[in-house]
């Protein structure tokens, strides 16, 4: 199956500091996705990217769709305490119904 | 507001038995998905179904069954299961080229 390359695997971070991680592959994306997992919880989306070069916000969070379409970054300003969780990157790839992701970054942020 | 409904949300098995994972969503989408999450492994595709009446296989579909019963349910079966399909389950839909929306997930223990 598809490899995607998802780094760090978790952070331990301090409440107002900047985040930022990302997302590698061997294989050229169509889309890549951002996710977000509380305990308990399916994940939810964060951001969706679907053009080489997009750069997109949503609040606090701005992510980037690679210029190479092989890579994504998300970044997270000024983290808060609810920001923690499991950060999943996802990528489509070929065939539009299948997509893949990333064994995922934990965050932990301390008050 | 529904969205993705999953059932059971809790289910412990013997060696052995056999249960149906069950999934609607009530959001008319076309595609559905079943994925599994083990620890540090993010989510791997098992099952998907492009739209009622076709399902195709994902990265890890060994021991498993699906039937898109109709367009809004999608369901999993094992037939005999094992403990190496102790893990949680999330089924998803979307429509083609956008974001894909979670249930809460179905924690399976395999004894």
């Known amino acids: 199956g598809q490899q995607l390359n998802q780094s760090p695997q978790s952070m331990f971070i301090q409440e107002g500091e900047d985040v930022s991680m990302n997302c590698t592959s061997s294989s050229i994306f169509n889309t890549w996705l951002w996710y977000k997992q509380e305990p308990g919880e399916g994940p939810v989306l964060l951001i969706a990217?679907?053009?080489?070069?997009e750069l997109t916000s949503n609040g606090r969070l701005t992510a980037q769709f690679g210029i190479t379409r092989k890579d994504s970054f998300l970044n997270i300003s000024a983290s808060i305490p609810s920001d923690v969780g499991i950060y999943f990157c996802a990528g489509q790839v070929g065939n539009f119904n299948k997509f893949y992701f990333g064994s995922g970054t934990k965050l932990n942020v301390k008050p | 507001n529904a969205g993705v409904t999953q059932t059971p949300k809790f289910q412990v098995l013997k060696t052995g038995q056999s249960m149906t994972l069950q999934c609607a969503q009530d959001m008319n989408h076309n595609s559905m998905y079943w994925y599994r999450q083990d620890p540090g492994m993010g989510l791997r595709l098992i099952y998907y179904?492009?739209?009622?009446?076709?399902?195709d296989k994902g990265e890890v579909p060994n021991g498993y069954n699906v039937s898109r019963l109709n367009k809004r349910e999608f369901s999993l079966r094992l037939e005999s299961a094992a403990p190496s399909q102790t893990s949680v389950y999330f089924c998803a839909s979307r429509v083609p080229v956008t974001e894909a929306f979670f249930g809460q997930g179905t924690r399976l223990t395999v004894v």
């Open positions: 990217l679907y053009k080489a070069g």
């Open positions: 179904s492009a739209s009622e009446g076709t399902t």
